[in-house]
């Protein structure tokens, strides 16, 4: 079997690399397959402390493999893309917002469609300078989907979000940092070491605080400041009973840096 996701571990951070570098990482249904199952397998390891999203070669992905719909729909069949979306792209996403582990994406080049998708579906972004972010779906006349709409509006506002997506505008790594839509831009020619250096800060602090919060994060991106001080209340309850929390106290008491537990 092809590997198309590569995998690399170091000191806690898992780096699932799209591999299939001569159409930009383009998807096809094999490689969101196998990006799913990859996604499983960290969120289940509990050396894993954080995620790294990102490709092989000079793109991040190009979003949906045309390849894979041009010859059905250039012969005139219909294609299921409901089905399409439902079965490959909607469980990856999921995967990555229900995993208790912060993920995050590392935008190593062109980030098209889906592919930007995926990108704006991680908890955190950071891309390399000469990296561009592009709505590209209306350029085929389709819809932003793998949950773009959703996503882009609550970063960058209604407006601007409508804008990018009717225009297919290419956005350079600083717009996008300007726009919020990355964290951090770095530069190309030690893009991967400063990803990784950036997803270790994340793998050193105490992982379940992390989980809790990313978890509190997630419904509060939906549900009310009642909802919000509820869960707030029932999630600190549980950190309040790791080991972490006590260790957390007792190395400020003594003055000392942490020891999370691992
Ligand atoms: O099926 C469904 O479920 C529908 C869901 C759709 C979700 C979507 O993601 S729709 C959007 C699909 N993606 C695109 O429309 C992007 C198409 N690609 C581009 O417009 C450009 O490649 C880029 C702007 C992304 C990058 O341009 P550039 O100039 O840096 O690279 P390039 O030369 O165009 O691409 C390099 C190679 O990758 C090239 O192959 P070649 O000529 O060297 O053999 C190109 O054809 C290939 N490639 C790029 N994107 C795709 C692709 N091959 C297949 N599918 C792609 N999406």
Redesign the pocket.
Known sequence: MTQLVLTRDQAGVRTLSLNNP???N??TAALAGQLLSALQAAASDPAVRAVVLTGEG??FC?????????GPLLQGQG?D?HS??EQ??RPVIEAIRGMDKPVIAAVN??A??????LALACDLRVSSEDA?W?Q??S??A?I???GSTWFLPRLVGFGRAFELMSLAE?LSARQALELGLCQQVFSADDFAAQAQAYAERFAERPALALALTKRALNAALTGTLADSLTLEAELQQQAGESADFREGVQAFMEKRPPNWNR
């Open positions: 001569d159409r930009l383009a998807l000079r793109g190009a979003g949906q493999d045309l390849t894979e719909v041009a294609l893309l399409h979306l490959h792209y080049g062109v098209a469609g889906a592919g930007a998708s561009q592009v590209i779906f350029n085929i389709l932003p989907d793998a290419k």
